[in-house]
């Protein structure tokens, strides 16, 4: 068992990534994660880690573009806003295989939107990152020590796949304390990194490195051209989507209504499937951690058993998209969405009672 601590999100990102052995940080202030860069700000220079606060969003993605491009493992973190402007750098990392880790507290829009919470960048993490069709691992911590874990995880994936990924969260979790366990986690060994720029005299062969983010195009090897760039990230997406696929089941076994949700969202429909049980509703809640490979099989699972599902979102309506591709139009797919918030503005939640009232219209329909 190691350290338990009472913590908040952002810090949890902050000690995820030095046990990681994250060695560099750079970033922008933006409302709501500004907490993460406070953080990295006072801890990383103490543990002799490299922190900068860039002048932009765009400054800071390049900066940690070129120190990924040396092989050391290194992060940033934004808002939704700051997000879209990293979106052309991010596209050149998957390109130009850089492992690195962006961590994204999602908050409202379109455009400014507001500074606080939502769950409307949905698209832009899961298929969305930069131009080119990118796609690209994208986890969703529910919790302080999920936030934690999963951002140790994250760097593992990142070297393990050589690509950039991204930690979608939300201000509520972020600014959640909660108890923490702080412990290494142990993935297994990784290949090494060699790739990465360094002297010529750090490798046997004596020759010098290129990192290039227009593999295949520059007709560089080892891509002497472009469809064998293409098939070679081609193999290396299904290669995730095949092994990547993370996700938790809560009372599926005798359910006739399938919740589905992620982040503080899945807390929610948690409790409202509490209560519903606890009123004879067979009601079960399927929560992707992994929105990116999706976890289309247990949902297509319970669709051929004649399951309903409820889509419970922080937005209007963009998970439900990978549901229904799920179901395979078997069933009925119905969502409950950010309009169901209690309060019209921004500081408005789902709460477990909206839930809890469409569970129940839902299985009253029979």
Not at 71 to 93: I, K, N, Q
Not at 128 to 144: E, K, T, W, Y
Not at 208 to 219: D, L, N
Not at 242 to 268: K, M, N, P, Q
Request: charged share 20%; proline share 6%; glycine share 10%.
């Amino acid at each position: 068992m190691g350290e338990r601590l009472f913590a908040s999100g952002s810090e949890a990102v902050g000690m995820g990534a030095v046990d990681s052995g994250c060695e560099a940080y750079f970033g922008y202030p933006l409302t709501p994660q500004n907490e993460i860069i406070e953080w990295m700000a006072r801890e990383f220079p103490r543990m002799g880690k490299v922190f900068v606060q860039a002048p932009s969003e765009i400054g800071a993605i390049n900066m940690v573009y070129g120190a990924a491009s040396t092989g050391v493992r290194v992060m940033t973190s934004t808002s939704s806003p700051g997000w879209c402007l990293m979106m052309e750098t991010f596209s050149d990392g998957i390109n130009a295989e850089l492992p690195f880790v962006v961590n994204q507290v999602a908050r409202g829009g379109p455009g400014e939107g507001t500074t606080r919470h939502s769950q409307m960048d949905y698209m832009t993490a899961t298929c969305g990152g930069g131009n080119g069709g990118c796609r690209n691992i994208a986890l969703a911590p529910f919790s302080v020590q999920e936030t934690y874990d999963f951002v140790q995880l994250a760097f593992y994936l990142a070297d393990k796949y050589r690509s950039p990924l991204v930690i979608l969260s939300e201000a509520i979790i972020n600014q959640t304390r909660e108890p923490l366990e702080r412990h290494v986690l142990d993935f297994g060994p990784l290949p090494e990194k060699d790739w990465a720029i360094k002297n010529k005299a750090f490798y046997k062969d004596g020759k010098s490195r290129r990192i290039e983010p227009g593999q295949g195009f520059a007709r560089l090897p080892p891509f002497p051209n472009y469809l064998s760039f293409i098939s070679h990230l081609d193999k290396k997406l299904k290669a995730m989507a095949e092994s990547e696929v993370r996700y938790e089941t809560y009372s599926l076994d005798d359910a006739e209504l399938i919740l589905v949700a992620y982040g503080y969202v899945a807390r929610v429909c948690l409790e409202a499937l509490r209560i519903g049980r606890s009123r004879g509703m067979k009601v079960g809640l399927i929560r992707p951690i992994s929105i990116w490979p999706f976890p289309y099989h247990p949902i297509r699972e319970k669709a051929l058993q004649g399951c309903k599902f409820l889509v419970v979102e922080d937005s209007l309506g963009q998970l439900i998209q990978d549901v229904k591709m799920g179901v395979e139009g078997h069933v009925e797919v119905h969502l409950l969405s950010m309009l169901a918030r209690h309060d019209p503005y921004e500081i408005g939640m789902i709460f477990p009672g909206s839930v809890l009232r469409e569970i129940e219209k839902l299985m009253r329909r029979g």
